[in-house]
Antibody, heavy 115, light 108 residues
């Protein structure tokens, strides 16, 4: 059973950089893609991007200029960085195991952007 | 990029069948996956590869995909099925995951 636990700052000011990390508590990053997905309050799901164990990443074209996803295989973790946040980036952020479909999700973390 | 269209809401009486559609250009040529999300919870995969059920998902959940429409059918709907449902595909052209806008299923 894959368990994902995520953490990071929950309150940011506009223009700051969002940083979240997701730790894999069982299994390995190897052999899978690992994604970040977000959900604005009352809205639908939005895929942010993914990374594999080799470090190859893909991003949502609409966020690509501000997003970076990295991984630390020694710690079995992967991280999200989203630059220059605005109120529109306020959302619950989920980490997940994903490529073709998403079979394991983290618990979600609310990130609020407010001045 | 590829667009998936879902009806915002579907209502069904308990015990009846609920049908949730997901429209996309030649979606029948892609594999579609479905998620259930209850309030305050992370989504849960209920169908993958159009019609396969993960372990623990009741047989009441079934799916089909042809032409420009994929369909999630929940037979014998129960109160506990009330949730938001999202369809999803992998878009090769943009190397990205694409979600539909979601459908709120209300059990009357």
């Amino acid at each position: 059973q894959v368990q994902l636990q995520q953490w990071g700052a929950g309150l940011l000011k506009p223009s700051e950089t969002l940083s979240l990390t997701c730790g894999l508590h069982s299994g390995s990053l190897r052999g899978h893609y690992w994604s970040w997905i977000r959900q604005a309050p009352g809205k639908g799901l939005e895929w942010i991007g993914e990374i594999n164990h080799s470090g190859s990443a893909n991003y949502n074209p609409s966020l690509k200029s501000r997003v970076s996803i990295s991984r630390d295989t020694s710690k079995n973790q992967f991280s999200l960085s989203l630059a220059s946040v605005t109120a529109a980036d306020t959302a619950i952020y989920y980490c997940a195991r994903a490529r073709i479909f998403i079979d394991y999700w983290g618990q979600g973390a609310l990130v609020t952007v407010s001045s | 990029s590829y667009v998936l269209t879902q009806p915002p809401s579907v209502s069904v009486a308990p015990g009846k069948a609920a049908t949730i559609t997901c429209g996309g250009a030649n979606i029948g040529g892609r594999t579609v996956h479905w998620y259930q999300q209850k309030p305050g919870q992370a989504p849960v995969l209920v169908l993958y590869n159009d019609s396969d059920r993960p372990s623990g998902i009741p047989e009441r959940f079934s799916g089909s995909n042809s032409g420009n429409t994929a369909t999630l059918t929940i037979s014998g709907v129960e109160a506990g099925d009330e949730a938001d449902y999202y369809c999803q595909v992998w878009d090769d052209s943009s190397d990205s995951v694409v979600f539909g806008g979601g459908t709120k299923l209300t059990v009357l």
